[in-house]
Nanobody, 111 residues
């Protein structure tokens, strides 16, 4: 059984940083890509960043230069380092591996 558990969200001010974690069990995060998505209130879920099984990364335009995705194979965890947060980054952040989703973690950025 594959499980993804996100953590690290919270209430911060604009300009602050947060690091989200996505801990996987039942499947290795290095075996295939892991993607972060986010869903703001009243909006669709959108792509944020992905790390492929070879370690290549790709980012959405709105987070390029501010967010960094990485992984720790030893702990089977994927991270999303978010710097210079903006109010428009407010959303529930989800990680995805193949067909599996975590429960999400809320990031709330105040101006």
């Amino acid at each position: 059984q594959v499980q993804l558990v996100e953590s690290g969200g919270g209430l911060v001010q604009a300009g602050d940083s947060l690091r989200l974690s996505c801990k996987a069990s039942g499947r290795s995060v290095s075996s295939e890509g892991v993607t972060w998505y986010r869903q703001a209130p009243g909006k669709e879920r959108v792509f944020v960043a992905v790390i492929g099984h070879l370690g290549t990364t790709l980012y959405g335009d709105s987070v390029k230069g501010r967010f960094t995705i990485s992984r720790d194979n030893a702990t089977n965890t994927v991270y999303l380092q978010m710097n210079n947060l903006k109010p428009e980054d407010t959303a529930i952040y989800y990680c995805n591996l193949n067909m599996y989703w975590g429960q999400g973690t809320l990031v709330n950025v105040s101006s």
